[in-house]
C-alpha cells in the first residue's frame, strides 16, 4: 500500500506528514483491499484556512473521496480519516450482506 501526502499552496513539514502517515495507516484494518492512500493539504486564499482531500484507491471498484475544510490543519486530518473510516465500513457491509440469487 502506497501513502503520499503533498500539499498545495503550503509546505509539507515532517511533523505533518508523520501525523498524517499515523492516521490514514489504520484504514486498512476497516477495509484491506487498499492499494493507495493519497493526503492533499490545500490553504486556500484565507491564509489560515486549510482544505485535506483524503483519497483511497481500492480495488475493483472507484476511489473513495473525503474533503474537509478548516482553520486547524491537523483536525482537518482528523475529520477526513473519521469520514473515510465511515465511507469504508459502509461499503464492507454492503459487500457482506449482498444476496446472491439461488441457482
Request: with cysteine.
Amino acid at each position: 500500500m502506497e501513502i503520499n501526502v503533498t500539499g498545495r499552496h503550503l509546505e509539507i513539514t515532517p511533523a505533518i506528514r508523520d501525523f498524517a502517515h499515523q492516521k490514514v495507516a489504520k484504514l486498512p484494518r476497516y477495509y484491506d483491499r487498499i492499494t493507495a492512500i493519497e493526503v492533499v493539504a490545500d490553504r486556500t486564499d484565507h491564509h489560515d484556512h486549510y482544505e485535506v482531500e483524503l483519497i483511497v484507491q481500492v480495488e475493483r471498484t472507484d476511489p473513495f473521496v473525503v474533503k474537509v475544510a478548516g482553520a486547524d490543519l491537523y483536525a482537518c486530518v482528523d475529520e477526513t480519516v473519521d469520514k473515510m473510516e465511515r465511507q469504508l465500513t459502509d461499503h464492507k457491509e454492503k459487500l457482506r450482506n449482498r444476496k446472491h440469487p439461488k441457482p
